[in-house]
């Protein structure tokens, strides 16, 4: 066994520990990750906090992760010694099912393997990234381009594929009208994907104060939504909605400013259910929809993208000890725009 540092929760809301754990032995197709750097995404803390139930504890969260292969092992042919690397929210998937076989395998129907807070097929529990390494088989591994820090790169693993995902299924391209709601970790990101696949962006934010970031960041519309004139004016606009906010919307207001046939994809997972009235679809013939993360192969497809096209999250990196006063600021939605925690002080 390799014994790796981790931060770990012991149990649902508790305080972080600087601990240690057990990673397996490499099987001949695995990877070992020196990891560097490792996002925080809100399901980090939606996760630690036990609020979506079910939480496997002790639990080392973190999904956005970047690092160095370590070692490999003897049948690994996609990576050497030395190669910068990633590894998002899944950690393998049963490989045989329609969606494994054509690159959903966040879909797999015998069950994706979570990169944390979740069940290996070995019956043992998966830790995540606020760890030093981390031992993954290699399918389950991309490959970061030259042209993107590590540090910068590590919420790509998530925040970056959970946008990218859904806009190109929705086919999003110039003469589209894109809205992004909520402009945190996935939101900052989603701006960006969408403007450089030539859509027109509109941001919807709560208040005024990012604006200025929103339109650095390729936005061409910007409106806060605590302004109540904001909903009338956007009546019927958008083809596409891409909702990313943590908490509870009033979904009818947000399905009023779909044209007809237009789609509110929802990537935000608060822990209550929604409600809407039916009226509000059936008046437009509108859709809501969800999406989760994104294939391996669509991960490193959004990765090049990125590289092509200069998408970068904009981070704050921390050391180990600010996790939790990191969490708060990200529940204030005060962080611009996420957290990186920088392994090495772990
Ligand atoms: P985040 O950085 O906290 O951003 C969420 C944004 O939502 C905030 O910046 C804020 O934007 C807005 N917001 C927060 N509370 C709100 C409220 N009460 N009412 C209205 N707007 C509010 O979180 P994140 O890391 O981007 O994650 C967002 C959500 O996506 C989380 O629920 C997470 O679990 C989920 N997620 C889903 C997937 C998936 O595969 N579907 C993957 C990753 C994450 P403004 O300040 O601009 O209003
Ligand atoms: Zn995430």
Known sequence: MITTKVLSVPSAKAPFEKTTIERRELRPNDILIDIKYSGICHSDIHSAFGEWGG??????????IAGIVEAVGSEVTKYVVGDRVGVGCFVDSCGACEYCLSGEEQYCTKGVIN?????????NP????YSQQIVVTEGFVVRIPDSLELDVASPLLCAGITTYSPLKHWN???????AIV???GLGHVAIQFAHAMGAEVTVLSRSNNKQEEALKFGADHYFATSDPDTFAELAGRFDLILNTVSANLNVDAYLSLLRINGTLVNVGAPAEPDHYHVFSLIMGR????GSLVGGIRETQEMLDFAAEHGIAPMIEVIRAEQVEESYERVLKSDVRYRFVIDISTL
């Open 286 to 289: 509108r859709s809501i929809a």
């Open 172 to 178: 999003i391209g110039p003469g589209k009208k894109v």
């Open 182 to 184: 909520g402009m945190g």
């Open 55 to 64: 939480g496997i504890f002790p639990m080392v969260p973190g999904h956005e």
């Open 126 to 129: 998966t830790y995540g990234g």
């Open 115 to 123: 990169t944390y807070n979740g069940l290996d097929y070995d019956g």
